[in-house]
Every structure is written in C-alpha cells, then in structure tokens.
C-alpha cells in the first residue's frame, strides 16, 4: 500500500516537472517576441530595449530563464504578465475561482445525473432504457459550445430563466449565473458517464454470483447494493475520474461561449496578446490541475476496490 | 462449482452469427458518405460565393435565392455550410490517418521489443496524457500562431497516446499467441510478423479506434476554432461559423449558429455510432 502511494507520488511529480519544462520550452521557442509588444511597435533606442530584455530577463539563457521561473512558480510567483504588467498570480486569483465553481458544479451534475440514468437505464429494461440509450447516444456527438450556443438562443431570447452572459457577485447569485455554462460543459459527459454506468451495471447483474444470490432468496435492494452496484462502480470511478480532471481544459470553451470572465478566457485572451508568462502559467496550472485530480482518482481505488490495497500496483 | 464451468466448457460453442452493421450503422455510413461528397463537390454545389459580403442581404430568412438565408455579413448561409464541410471534415481526417500511424508504429514496436523500449515509451505515453487535447492545441497555437496546421499538429500529438496505450496492450495479447512463436520458429522476420500478423489481426480494432477518434477530433477541431484560434474567418468553417454566428443570435438571428452547430453534431454523431458498431464487432471476432 505505502509503496502504491509512494509509486503514485514520484509519477506525480515526475510528470508535473516534465510538463512544467515543456510549457516552458514550448513558448520560448514561440517566433512572436514579446518586446515587440511591449514597445507597442514604437521606434525605441537600443538601450531602451536592452533595459526591457533585462527587466523581463530575455536576455539570460535559456536554462537560467528556467530554473528562474520554476523557482519563482514553486514559491507562488508565477511571472509577470507584459500586458498587464501585473502578477499573474493576481491576475488569475479571482478568475480561478470561477473556474473552479464552474468545474466543480459540471461535476456534480455529470457524476449525479450520469450515475443515476445509468443506473435507471440498466435496472429497467423497456422503453425507459431505450430512452436514455438514445439519449447518451445524442448527448455524446454534443460538443458543450453546441450545448452552449443553444441555450442562450433559447435561454438568451424566448425564456428568461437564467442569466445567460456575466459572472454575478456572492456564491448563491453566481451559482446562478453558472447554472447554464454548467450544463453545457455537464451534457456529453454525463451521456458517457450514463453509458459507462449502464454497461458496467449489466454486466454485474449477468454474474453468477449475482444470480446464486438471487436464487437463494436475498432481497434484490441488497443484492442490488451491496454486489451490483458496489463492483460496477469500479469502471465508472475510472471514467468519471478522467472526465471530471478533463473539465479543466474543457471549461476554456465553455467560458469563452458564455463570456465568463474565468481562467480560460483569460488563457485565451493571452495568447491572442502573446502574453506568454501568462499562457504559460495558466497552461502550467491546468495541466497540474488535471494531473493532480486523476492521480486523487488513482488514489482512491484502493478505497472503492480493496483487491487493489492487498497487491495491485496498477 | 468445478463440474458447473467444466459442463460449460465442454458444451460446443454456438456460432455467433455476425448481425452486420445493421440498419442504424448503414445510415451512419450513408450521412458520412454524403457529408465526405458535399466536401469534394462544394465548391460546384455552392449557389452563390461563400464570401461574397452584402450588407444589404444581411440576415435574410429562406428565399428561391437564398435557400437557408445569408448571415449579418449578408453571405449565402448553404454556400458557407457546404463549403465549410472541407475544412471541417480534412481538419479531423488528417488527424485521425497522422495519430493512428504514429500510434500504432510507436504501440507494436514497443510490444514487440519490450524491455526498456517498452518502458520508456510507457513513461513517455503517460506524460502525454497530462496535457488535455483542447489544451495542448491552445499551447501549440501560443506557439506556432493560430491556424489549421498548428491545432491539427497538436491534436496528432494530443491523441497518439489514446490509440497508443489501446493498440498496445492488444499487441501484447497477440505477441503471446502459439501462432506467433510458431512463425517465429519458422524463420520468419520479426518486422513481417510485425506487419503481416500482428497489424492485419489488430485491423478491425484500429478502424473502429479510428472512427471514434474521427468524432473527438471533429469536437476538439471545432472547439479550437469555435475559440478563434483554428481556422481563421472569413475562411467558411462549421467550428468558425458557430463562434461568428453567436452575436446575432442575441438579435434573434440564430440560424447560422445552429445550422453549423446541427451539421457538426451530425456528423460527429454518425462518426460515434459507426465506431461503436466496428468496435461491438471487433471485440466480437477476438472473443
């Protein structure tokens, strides 16, 4: 178990290092050179730019820029934005917050609706399963931007129920104005949750030992509880697991539809600018994020599976 | 318990007739056909030129001239669907044919080899998988500036490690079949068993891990367009048109988001059912 853990961990970080090097060798290779920004395309003097370069320490090798970087993100500071000559840090505080409230309420959505129309889907066959079969099958060729364009032109123009563009201020009055994004960021996921859950709960349900236990006379409610749902969740935490930590990058599209002022307009926004300490911080931070979530999902199995804490290292 | 399996066992086993593609996965074939021959005959198709700007004609509804109406820039809106269905379907096609090559070299080699090959293309296939598709697409655009090249390059990248891991452990499976050692025994050479064994057993599931590929990568194109960071306007493209659509659906003019946004969930949808169909087939014919 504590070599599982240990295993899990060096791989964590082992993987946020080598990410960390990549975003950083990705943008300085980048032909676009920030100064250029900077300057706003004026004529200035070689001296003025040379202070720029030095200011903003283009003029260090590459490995030094580096380590400088990466000591600096270890201790919280992310760089410096050239467009906002601001912290990034600050720049993405209050952003990531209402990027975190959209993920997390996707994931409520796609992990309860998901779960519970597969569940209804695979317990009663019929016209209710052929129902929610078709509709994972719609959901799942939906991309959130679709989701999302149609409903603001039915939420934005015909009914007025939620807000369809804007942050809003305090939790409750945000959550509101998330409800839509969050469903349009929850749809197609949920359908492959839906799916996944129906697949792995029919499969128990044909066991033998699912059928012994049948046939000695155990109430369905328990057998149901305790041997078809508990196992058939096992599939569906991997799955549910990589989707949520995929919300991360996906929730970049949906802030973009609904004009959320969140990590990824920003993201987007900056490279548009070619603001590349922010791109870089805000790539750096989606990536530890995903990375960080699948390996608490890795971390749980031996949780929901205790075959997994007596050997398995996979 | 013992004598229950072994009965089983013994029992012949009913061969499992092969139910096609049935009527479901024939449409979906025909919608991909149909979509592929609008893309290759677009621009004799098209009524008028997509690009052609009048402001008079903005956001008109159907009429004899304008089948599905013009834009707020006043283009033919079925001009701009049939030609967009170029872009829209190459971006995910080349995608699919560059990531699938790549993958399924990178996967039987390194099932073939094993040992420290194996392993450090293993280590480098998770690390891979670190970076989220949409996002590796937005870095590489940071980069290499936006466009249908550098979004389709990130997408190779994004998706080598899915088709990968998948051809992979299959690869592993048939490299310990009796056949294998057999041809081995015989004096065959590992890159003919590679090629003429292993890859034309493992077809079925490369197609049907293709097909799905071709729908994700549809969704992950379009994403990285629909962001302005794709394929660039006024270039006519079903992810563009969805994102420059979005203004005038608030002046109640949804028709060219939706139009766009209908044909790429076709499409994708086609691509999904097919691909589960050749996958339930696949799995199928090694059980």
Known sequence: ?314 | MTTLTLRRRALPRVARTDPGLGPVGWTAIGVIALLALIAVLAPWLAPHDPNNISLLDANLGSSGDHLLGTDASGRDLLSRLLVGARSSLIGPLLVVVLATALGLTVAIVSAWLGGWVDAVVSRILDILFAFPGVLLAVLVVAVFRAGLGAAVAALVIAYIPYIARTVRSAALREKSQPYITALTIQGVGAPAICVRHILANLMPLIVAQSTLTFGYAMVDLAAVSFLGLGVQPPTADWGVMVSTGQPSILNGYPQESLYASALIVLAVGAFNILGDRFTERSQRSTR
């Open chain 1, 1 to 314: 178990m504590i070599r599982f853990l240990l295993g899990r961990l060096v791989g964590l970080l082992l993987t946020l290092w080598i990410s960390s090097f990549v975003v950083f060798a990705a943008l300085y290779l980048a032909p676009g050179d920030p100064i250029s920004f900077l300057t706003g395309g004026r004529e200035v003097s070689p001296l003025t730019l040379a202070e720029l370069r030095h200011q903003y320490q283009l003029d260090q090798p590459f490995l030094v820029r580096y380590a400088d970087w990466l000591g600096g993100v270890l201790h919280g500071h992310l760089g410096q934005s050239i467009v906002a000559h601001q912290d990034v840090s600050t720049l993405i505080g209050a952003r990531a917050q209402t990027s975190a409230l959209l993920v997390g309420y996707a994931a409520v959505l796609i992990i309860l609706g998901g779960i519970a129309a597969g569940t209804i889907a695979a317990l009663f066959k019929g016209p209710l399963d052929s129902g929610i079969t078709l509709g994972t099958t719609v959901g799942l060729a939906l991309p959130s931007f679709v989701t999302a364009i149609a409903l603001i032109s039915v939420f934005a123009v015909d009914v007025r129920w939620f807000p369809v563009f804007g942050d809003g201020s305090g939790l409750l009055d945000r959550l509101w104005h998330l409800t839509l994004p969050a469903i349009a960021l929850a749809v197609s996921s949920s359908a492959l949750i839906a799916r996944i859950t129906r697949g792995a709960l029919r499969e128990e349900l044909g066991r033998e030992h699912v059928e012994t236990a049948r046939s000695r006379g155990i109430p369905r409610r328990k057998i149901l509880r305790r041997h078809v749902l508990r196992n058939g969740m096992i599939p569906v935490t991997t799955v549910a697991g990589i989707t949520v930590a995929g919300l991360v990058a996906g929730s970049v599209v949906v802030e973009r539809a609904f004009n959320l002022n969140g990590l990824g307009s920003f993201l987007v926004q900056s490279v548009a600018a070619n603001d590349f300490p922010a791109v870089q911080a805000v790539v750096l931070l989606m990536v530890a994020v995903f990375v960080i979530l699948s390996t608490v999902v890795d971390l749980l199995y031996p949780l929901i599976d205790p075959r997994m804490a007596r050997g398995g290292t996979q």
